[in-house]
């Protein structure tokens, strides 16, 4: 919760985070009528915050049509009775208030939100500017600005999701919109952006800040502190791949997404789990990397819940595979079907819990674990094959003497590169890794995850590591 409660009757602003999309939503309330700023596509969540507080839901607004996730705006109002406000120049195939630069929504006698252009994430990009009153019987003015993927923590929203043809005029966009909410907002005023929690939606490392003013940000974000040729270089030059789901995301949040079927999947047994791999489709265990690691049914690949989940699984599946869920529990297999929603994964083949005891009559499958110490060991008395899966820019940065880079989200398209023999995977801290040692043992390769910190492990366990220049 971020209290901006000085004196009575200023608003409670409480965040909603989406830690595995990396992603914050916003509920705003002066004790009776609340505002929701870009909700997740899961809104129960948003209704139970509101229920908490004893408020109603007047109004929800959209910073801009999102690339990384589904939203849950137009279910949330239809649910409510709330005003949906999106952009008057977007086109969208559902009825909306239109909103537009410099109008005013008067949610109460003391609260009210001010559209604010700032394009350069997308070219109709909107920050809202929540003002009340300091005192009672004063004059608004602004307590917060929720910037949605603007002016982010030390950093922007990235540039480039719209195509390479629109970066150069989006990043001069956004460099101009950064430096207009800072001139025309106090500095004493949060600022509350939806990305930049590792998303990556972001341009630039956010860092670990949970919390910002308008001039915090102008004493430290490149974007405010540095002139707009130099900020342009480098946040051109900084731009990485993002996960390939993006592109099924503004069509779907155009088109007005229903609120999510949460109902639970039909259950599989071991003849039709079998049957599906058989057939090529995705059977996804979810447990933790080491239990999945210790015994497995042989095909199935291992997203762990304890990690960013739904970013990485939607960056790897063919977009309309069809998909079977395995988990320890039925809450398990819940959150997983939960996670999807979020991105537009709505229907799931089937799903089983317990383990893979009863999942399969077969021999389970196995590989081995191992952490940056093992292998620099291991490279004293046999040869084998390093691979590194994390992104080029990481592996640009330091990698491992000899190691061959392939980054996850291309791993499928270039199995035919993975070197013969016995192969160690590793990536940053080891989630990555699994990821790619399930995928690599379905195919009958012999695998050895590393589960350790590259930054803090590899150089000091000995292996030789290049550093960047």
Same mark, same amino acid.
């Given at each position: 919760?971020?209290?901006?409660?000085?004196?009575?009757?200023?608003?409670?602003?409480?965040?909603?985070?989406?830690?595995?999309?990396?992603?914050?939503?916003?509920?705003?309330?002066?004790?009776?009528? #609340?505002?929701?700023?870009?909700?997740?596509?899961?809104?129960? +969540?948003?209704?139970?915050?509101?229920?908490?507080?004893?408020?109603?839901?007047?109004?929800?607004?959209?910073?801009?049509?999102?690339?990384? %996730?589904?939203?849950?705006?137009?279910?949330?109002?239809?649910?409510?009775?709330?005003?949906?406000?999106?952009?008057?120049?977007?086109?969208?195939?559902?009825? +909306?208030?239109?909103?537009?630069?410099?109008?005013?929504?008067?949610?109460?006698?003391?609260?009210?939100?001010?559209?604010? =252009?700032?394009?350069?994430?997308?070219?109709?990009?909107?920050? %809202?500017?929540?003002?009340?009153?300091?005192?009672?019987?004063?004059?608004?003015?602004?307590?917060?600005?929720?910037?949605?993927? &603007?002016?982010?923590?030390?950093?922007?929203?990235?540039?480039?999701?719209?195509?390479?043809?629109?970066?150069?005029?989006?990043?001069?966009?956004?460099?101009?919109?950064?430096?207009?909410?800072?001139?025309?907002?106090?500095?004493?005023?949060?600022?509350?952006?939806?990305?930049?929690?590792? &998303?990556?939606?972001?341009?630039?490392?956010?860092?670990?800040?949970?919390?910002?003013?308008?001039?915090?940000?102008?004493?430290?974000?490149?974007?405010?502190?540095?002139?707009?040729?130099?900020?342009?270089?480098?946040?051109?030059?900084?731009?990485?791949?993002?996960?390939?789901?993006?592109?099924?995301?503004?069509?779907?949040?155009? &088109?007005?997404?229903?609120?999510?079927?949460?109902?639970?999947?039909?259950?599989?047994?071991?003849?039709?789990?079998?049957?599906?791999?058989?057939?090529?489709?995705?059977?996804?265990?979810?447990?933790?990397?080491?239990?999945?690691?210790?015994?497995?049914?042989?095909?199935?690949?291992?997203?762990?819940?304890?990690?960013?989940?739904?970013?990485?699984?939607?960056?790897?599946?063919?977009?309309?595979?069809?998909?079977?869920?395995?988990?320890?529990?039925?809450?398990?297999? =819940?959150?997983?079907?939960?996670?999807?929603?979020?991105?537009?994964?709505?229907?799931?083949?089937?799903?089983?819990?317990?383990?893979?005891?009863?999942?399969? !009559?077969?021999?389970?499958?196995?590989?081995?674990?191992?952490?940056?110490?093992?292998?620099?060991?291991?490279?004293?008395?046999?040869?084998?094959?390093?691979?590194?899966?994390?992104?080029?820019?990481? %592996?640009?940065?330091?990698?491992?003497?000899? #190691?061959?880079?392939?980054?996850?989200?291309?791993?499928?398209?270039?199995?035919?590169?993975?070197?013969?023999?016995?192969?160690?995977?590793?990536?940053?801290?080891?989630?990555?890794?699994?990821?790619?040692?399930?995928?690599?043992?379905?195919?009958?390769? &012999?695998?050895?995850?590393? !589960?350790?910190?590259?930054?803090?492990?590899?150089?000091?366990?000995?292996?030789?590591?290049?550093?960047?220049?």
């Amino acid at each position: 919760m971020i209290s901006t409660a000085t004196s009575v009757g200023l608003p409670v602003i409480i965040p909603i985070d989406t830690p595995t999309l990396g992603d914050r939503s916003y509920l705003a309330h002066d004790g009776q009528l #609340a505002v929701v700023i870009d909700p997740q596509r899961d809104i129960d +969540r948003v209704l139970a915050v509101a229920s908490e507080a004893g408020v109603r839901i007047a109004e929800v607004f959209e910073t801009h049509i999102h690339n990384d %996730y589904v939203t849950g705006g137009l279910a949330l109002a239809e649910a409510t009775g709330a005003r949906y406000h999106v952009n008057a120049a977007d086109e969208v195939s559902y009825a +909306r208030s239109p909103i537009s630069d410099g109008d005013v929504v008067d949610v109460s006698p003391t609260m009210r939100v001010r559209a604010i =252009a700032t394009p350069g994430h997308t070219f109709t990009h909107l920050s %809202y500017a929540l003002e009340a009153a300091p005192g009672a019987g004063g004059e608004l003015e602004p307590i917060g600005v929720f910037t949605g993927g &603007s002016l982010l923590f030390g950093a922007t929203g990235r540039p480039d999701l719209l195509g390479h043809t629109h970066t150069h005029d989006l990043v001069h966009h956004q460099f101009a919109s950064a430096h207009r909410l800072a001139e025309e907002l106090p500095e004493r005023t949060h600022v509350l952006p939806t990305h930049g929690f590792g &998303s990556f939606c972001s341009a630039g490392s956010t860092g670990d800040a949970i919390a910002s003013t308008i001039g915090t940000e102008k004493r430290q974000n490149p974007a405010l502190t540095q002139d707009e040729e130099q900020w342009v270089a480098d946040t051109l030059a900084g731009l990485d791949a993002y996960p390939a789901y993006y592109a099924h995301m503004a069509p779907l949040n155009s &088109s007005g997404p229903s609120a999510p079927d949460l109902s639970a999947p039909e259950q599989a047994d071991k003849d039709a789990l079998a049957a599906r791999i058989t057939a090529g489709e995705w059977v996804v265990d979810l447990r933790t990397r080491t239990a999945f690691a210790a015994g497995h049914v042989t095909g199935t690949f291992n997203f762990g819940l304890d990690g960013q989940f739904a970013t990485y699984l939607g960056w790897l599946i063919p977009w309309g595979t069809p998909l079977t869920l395995l988990g320890d529990s039925p809450e398990q297999v =819940a959150e997983a079907q939960r996670e999807l929603v979020r991105i537009g994964i709505d229907q799931l083949h089937g799903a089983a819990t317990g383990g893979p005891e009863e999942w399969t !009559d077969r021999p389970l499958g196995t590989f081995g674990r191992a952490v940056f110490a093992d292998l620099a060991q291991v490279r004293h008395h046999r040869q084998v094959a390093v691979l590194d899966v994390r992104r080029t820019s990481e %592996y640009a940065d330091g990698h491992i003497e000899g #190691a061959v880079n392939i980054p996850l989200h291309e791993l499928l398209a270039r199995v035919d590169e993975i070197p013969d023999g016995e192969v160690w995977v590793h990536c940053g801290v080891g989630y990555r890794a699994s990821v790619a040692a399930s995928v690599l043992a379905a195919r009958g390769t &012999s695998v050895v995850a590393v !589960d350790d910190s590259f930054t803090e492990h590899a150089a000091a366990s000995g292996l030789p590591v290049v550093q960047a220049a």
